[in-house]
């Protein structure tokens, strides 16, 4: 079975922090891929990546970078967390073809305080 | 523009009885793939079915099955015989391949589906 693996379930940081979230996934998948959730909005894209050292920025990217030096291995970033990245944060992987699913990590728990 | 549209925030069905979830969706794309997950309350999102806008049957995995009306843009999910355990938010995503490496999804709002005993 595929297996995504977020570091944490929950998390508590401070305004003006800078956060780190990772991911990784042990199905050898060329796509990698950060989501945000919130209520009544369904998954936005924050950023992905279909290759070792490449990003791309997705729907909502302000705020956030990512970091991908292994194929493993996907960061995000939050440069200097604020109150409004309160969110469910969302890692997925997939193989490089259009009709493979995304396979979910368990979700990180961020609150800014 | 939304490009995924969920119009069933919240639904109850009785167990074994079988439910429908709405998805329209939004694209000028002849090839374009839709997806549904499930997500329980312990936040993990899971794959459930997929079809592919080429393909001519309707896709089926078990006790789910995609009603695929591709005239009416519409992909709605049917799980038959309800559980319990399928109390859950379901999302229905599609992925439009504008670019040779852009493999990105994007969501509905989800709607929520309660199971009752």
């Known amino acids: 079975d595929v297996k995504v693996t977020q570091s944490s379930r929950y998390l508590v940081k401070r305004t003006g922090e800078k956060v780190f979230l990772e991911c990784v996934q042990d199905m050898d998948h060329e796509n990698m891929f950060w989501y945000r959730q919130d209520p009544g909005l369904g998954l936005r894209l924050i950023y992905f990546?279909?290759?070792?050292?490449?990003?791309e920025k997705g729907d909502i990217p302000e705020g956030y970078s990512v970091s991908r030096e292994k194929k493993e291995r996907f960061s995000l970033i939050l440069e200097s967390a604020s109150t409004n990245q309160t969110s469910m944060y969302l890692c997925?992987?997939?193989f490089g073809q259009g009709d493979q699913p995304q396979h979910f990590g368990d979700g990180t728990r961020l609150s800014i305080l | 523009a939304q490009k995924i549209t969920q119009t069933q925030p919240g639904m109850f069905v009785q167990e074994k009885e079988a439910v429908t979830l709405d998805c329209t969706y939004d694209t000028s794309d002849q090839s374009y793939g839709l997806f549904w997950y499930k997500q329980p309350s312990s936040g993990e999102m899971i794959f459930l079915i997929y079809?592919?806008?080429?393909?001519?049957q309707n896709a089926t995995e078990g006790r789910y099955s995609l009603n695929f009306q591709k005239a009416r843009k519409s992909a709605n999910l049917v799980i038959s015989a309800s559980q319990l355990g399928d109390s859950a938010m379901y999302f229905c995503a599609m992925r439009e391949p504008r670019a040779l490496n852009d493999y990105k999804l994007s969501f509905g709002a989800g709607t929520t589906v309660t199971v009752r005993a």
């Open positions: 990546s279909y290759d070792v050292k490449m990003k």
């Open positions: 997925a992987s997939s």
């Open positions: 079809q592919g806008s080429y393909d001519e």
